[in-house]
């Protein structure tokens, strides 16, 4: 019935019964992840899920539209993305990842971290080895191996809090990772000197002894030694060795090169300074070691004095005032040497880890211009969950359960409560709360205020009057119960149940926490709360020949310095973890919070070997949704509305999706109305408040992906018509070349015609020509024929010319023309002088109008050119000839005779 729903805010009865039946048919299809509103809750696959945080999910996720729908990991990172670039909601955003040891915190911050670093990657193309994220993911496994170790819940559980701070620049798609800080919070340092039965020291120790070669350890006396007390070899396991060369190869990769091998030099000593045991000398009331050869090693490696070393340990030094000199006393104990020594055990491993993270934190520092951009801050935070141990719970755990009780709080006040008052404010539907959740505040200042544990511990530490462990005890008890009375909602707290035949003070007390009710053993927690470093100590270390202690002492006794109160007291353990929460707190002040809780499904389970099923506790994992208050979380996001903004802003986000033209003169907040008004499925989803906007995820994500739409329909528009356009413009020009090619079309051929003419006009002035060449050339022949022929005749015969008269009267009979009838007579002839006598005696020409007579030999010739036009047909050859017609067609008039 449940199965499918991916965010519990949609179940229909809203109890912790459907919220676990629903967890669980998820977890048994392995879906890991669910949404309970904007929070996530992840459930804790207890081994490798393939493809569930492969390249390819993230490049599915880092899609718009997935962000919604389906819970992730990397869904809720792509959403914090977005409300980053795009400034939905406050400028800064962080996660906030929480739930109990080995729940799977620390998993979820690194996808995290990998996926904003793929985002990263994806826009810079080219990744470089110097790039923020390249060099983030480097330092983690660095980080690791100093501050995480084994214990009985997780086998690489992390012993501090950390908050990997991210620094962004510039807007919407152009956000670009610029720098980044890591801060951390309450490292477990205790640990390095001490650990519990069935867990390790941290990673650091075991990998050192594992992978180290054999030069180097004998370089450091770590050769044939049998037993390490603080780091047994025993308990190395098979990955320590393959961790080592990461660890190597992140020292590399961050350029910590000289850091390595005087890490190594200090590690080595604080194994030999763990191995260092103290033995009475009764006689001389002082202290002697057994290991000798440890304390010369560790001294060797220090740059100290064994004995001065030795007399750190042994000898103490009192000063009444700072004007007094010291007294110097032999320890009364074998367990305050040993204290003693732990103590610089610690503070050495502390400095150590506070430098290395600080050459992290310098080669992830970039300077960003701020008077240009303003830097947002993406936050990361991953601190240890709530814990509870049957027995033994101490200091560390009071300051782990306080941290998260002020989580709890912030979430509870900051966000529900916030949200219920704002609300109503608004005229919008108010939230109703669980007042218990809100009476939780209560709860902080009976840890942290005037009157309460943490001022009882501090006070004693203070006042330093040598109150054993159960006045202590019973000084809390009684603060909690004076504060407790009168508030109902909060049990007093209870006293632990004595035995009745051992009547032994009270050591422990309890508290009710939002996540259960928890007893603390007040047993050494001044000690541990007091965190006491003798300041001959710190003078010796100063006086080291190794500069590298030197440069971890330079930095702390400025530490030292700093944290100091205004009486000159040195602040206590649990004085400096307030302030350094009350940091945090400013930080998350300022940042729109998201929040994955995560949820271990069994305690018991063995990794690898059993099916989800199997790993399902109901009862364990009740306790935790109770412990994350998810359920409060779910009751109040059904209804709540976690993205706020003016309407100013929201109108000229969304003025897109408005149906009416937009007006100058009208208020922004009308057309916030006007869009809520016009979508049905915004109206449940954005609400229109008296002061500004309010949305829930799903109305931003439907918001924003119809203005998506809209804003692409307009683009299809105005690509539309641009290339309408475009083709108007290219037909225009298709029809102008192709009227420019008529009218060149015509012109040419226009000129062709008129050539053609001119060509065949001159074809026929030529041939005119030549035919007047033939013409004169033939009468030329003609004419010397004539003379010589005359000549001939002449000459040779004797025939008499035929009179003037005659040839005239010849004429006339021939000629048909009344004219030349007329006109030749003889008489007429000779008075005009139109019959010639050539130069040849036997021709005689007569040339009258249109007609010419040629008379010789007897032969008279009457030519008349005819009336008709000649007619010259030309030919490709080009050879022209005229076209005579024949005779019969002649015209009347032309004819030759013969005489
Ligand atoms: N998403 C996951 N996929 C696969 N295995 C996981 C996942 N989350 C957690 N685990 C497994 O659970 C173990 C514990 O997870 P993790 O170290 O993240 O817990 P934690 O809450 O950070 O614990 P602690 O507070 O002790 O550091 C991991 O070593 C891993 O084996």
Not at 48 to 53: I, Q, S
Not at 303 to 317: D, P
């Amino acid at each position: 019935m449940h199965e499918n729903i991916e965010d519990l805010t949609h179940l229909q009865k809203l109890e912790t019964s459907t919220v676990l039946q629903c967890l669980r048919s998820r977890y048994k299809q392995k879906q890991f992840y669910t949404w309970a509103g904007p929070t996530l809750v992840a459930l804790n696959p207890l081994k490798d899920v393939p493809g569930l945080y492969s390249k390819r999910m993230m490049e599915l996720f880092a899609h718009e539209s997935f962000t919604y729908k389906t819970p992730h990991v990397f869904a809720l990172g792509q959403r914090t993305l977005r409300h980053l670039q795009w400034g939905l909601g406050k400028t800064h955003q962080a996660i906030v990842v929480n739930g109990e040891s080995g729940a799977g915190k620390t998993c979820n911050a690194l996808y995290l971290l990998s996926f904003f670093a793929a985002m990263e990657t994806n826009n810079n193309e080219v990744p470089n080895s110097d790039n923020i994220e390249v060099l983030l993911c480097r330092s983690n496994p660095l980080l690791e191996a100093l501050g995480n170790a084994q214990t009985l819940r997780n086998e690489n559980s992390s012993r501090f809090g950390k908050l990997i701070r991210l620094v962004y620049i510039g807007e919407g798609a152009n956000t670009q990772l610029v720098s980044a800080h890591i801060e951390t919070y309450l490292l477990e340092s205790t640990r390095v000197a001490r650990q519990a039965a069935g867990e390790r020291n941290f990673h650091i120790f075991y990998q050192m002894l594992a992978g180290l070669p054999e030069s180097t350890k004998a370089e450091l006396d770590l050769l044939n030694v049998p037993k390490w007390s603080i780091a047994s070899e025993r308990d190395c396991n098979a990955m320590d060795e393959a961790h080592f060369h990461v660890t190597v190869a992140a020292l590399e990769q961050l350029s910590l090169e000289d850091t390595t091998q005087q890490l190594w030099k200090l590690l080595a000593a604080l194994l030999h300074l763990g191995n260092v045991e103290f033995v009475v000398n009764k006689e001389a009331n002082s202290w002697t070691t057994d290991q000798q050869n440890h304390l010369e090693s560790a001294a060797r490696l220090l740059g100290l004095n064994s004995n001065e070393l030795f007399q750190l340990f042994t000898v103490r030094h009192f000063q009444a005032g700072s004007k007094s000199p010291a007294v110097v006393r032999p320890c009364s104990s074998q367990n305050e040497c040993a204290t003693r020594r732990d103590t610089l055990i610690k503070l050495l491993y502390r400095m150590t880890f506070d430098t290395v993270l600080e050459n992290i934190n310098r080669k992830l520092q970039h300077a960003v211009d701020s008077t240009f951009t303003i830097p947002k801050y993406l936050c990361i935070l991953d601190l240890y969950g709530f814990e509870s141990f049957e027995y033994g719970n101490s200091l560390e755990q009071l300051c782990i359960n306080y941290a998260n009780e002020r989580l709890q709080y912030y979430f509870t006040v900051n966000y529900l409560k916030e949200q219920q008052l704002h609300l109503a404010n608004e005229g919008l539907t108010a939230i109703k709360l669980d007042e218990n959740a809100l009476d939780k505040q209560n709860l902080i200042s009976f840890l942290d205020g005037p009157v309460s544990v943490f001022g009882v511990l501090n006070e004693e530490c203070y006042l330093n009057r040598g109150c054993d462990d159960s006045q202590v005890c019973i000084r809390i008890q009684s603060s909690l119960n004076e504060r407790t009375r009168g508030v109902k909602s909060m049990p007093p707290s209870p006293r632990m149940p004595r035995s009745s035949k051992i009547k032994a003070p009270p050591v422990e007390f309890a508290i009710s926490h939002y996540a259960g009710l928890v007893s603390y053993s007040t047993v050494a927690m001044l000690d541990k709360n007091r965190d006491y470093i003798p300041t001959e100590m710190v003078s010796a270390l100063s006086k080291s020949r190794n500069y590298f202690v030197k440069l971890l002492l330079g930095k702390d006794a400025l530490i030292v310095n700093a944290t100091h109160t205004m009486n000159g007291r040195r602040h206590t353990v649990l004085a400096k973890f307030k302030n350094s929460l009350d940091n945090l707190m400013r930080i998350l002040n300022v940042c729109d919070v998201h929040y994955i809780r995560c949820i271990r499904p069994s305690l018991s389970a063995p990794y690898y070997t059993t099916s989800p099923s199997q790993r399902w506790d109901e009862d364990y994992v009740d306790a935790q949704l109770n412990a994350c208050g998810v359920i409060d979380t779910i009751k109040v996001s059904s209804f709540g509305y976690p993205i706020r903004m003016s309407h100013e802003e929201f109108a000229s986000r969304y003025k897109y999706l408005s149906t009416k033209r937009p007006k100058e003169s009208i208020e922004a907040i009308e057309i916030c109305r006007e869009i809520t008004e016009s979508y049905v499925q915004l109206q449940n989803e954005i609400r229109v408040g008296k002061s500004q906007m309010y949305a829930t995820e799903k109305g931003i994500e439907l918001a924003e992906r119809w203005k998506f739409r809209i804003r692409h329909q307009a683009a299809s528009v105005i690509q539309r018509w641009w290339r309408e356009r475009l083709r108007r413009q290219r037909a225009a020009v298709t029809l102008q070349n192709w009227w420019r090619t008529v009218v060149r079309t015509r012109a040419v051929n226009r000129v062709k015609r008129w050539w053609k003419r001119k060509r065949s006009t001159a074809q026929m002035l030529s041939k005119v020509r030549q035919i007047c060449v033939s013409v004169r050339i033939v009468q030329r022949t003609v004419r010397r024929w004539l003379i010589r022929t005359r000549a001939i005749r002449q000459k040779s015969a004797q025939i008499s010319l035929p009179s003037t008269d005659s040839v005239a009267q010849v004429v006339a009979d021939e000629s048909c023309d009344h004219d030349v009838k007329l006109q030749v007579s003889p008489k007429w002839a000779e008075n005009n002088n139109c019959a010639k006598l050539t130069q040849s005696p036997n021709l005689i020409s007569l040339q009258l109008s249109r007609t010419n007579f040629f008379y010789s030999v007897g032969v008279i010739s009457i030519r008349r050119p005819p009336t008709v036009r000649a007619r010259f047909i030309t030919r490709k050859t080009c050879l022209p000839f005229s076209f005579i017609p024949p005779r019969s067609q002649l015209p009347s008039g032309l004819t030759d005779a013969y005489l």
